[in-house]
């Protein structure tokens, strides 16, 4: 199992999705 590998994924992708959010969701005037 590589559950590591799962979780360093998610968290690289929690935080590419916030960072879009960020500039993005949060602000919609971009």
């Known amino acids: 199992?590589?559950?590591?590998r799962?979780?360093?994924r998610?968290?690289?992708i929690a935080r590419?999705?916030?960072l879009v959010c960020n500039s993005a969701c949060?602000?919609?005037?971009v």
């Open 26 to 29: 949060c602000h919609p005037r």
């Open 6 to 8: 799962m979780r360093w």
């Open 16 to 18: 590419q999705a916030s």
């Open 10 to 12: 998610a968290a690289d």
């Open 1 to 4: 199992m590589e559950t590591r």
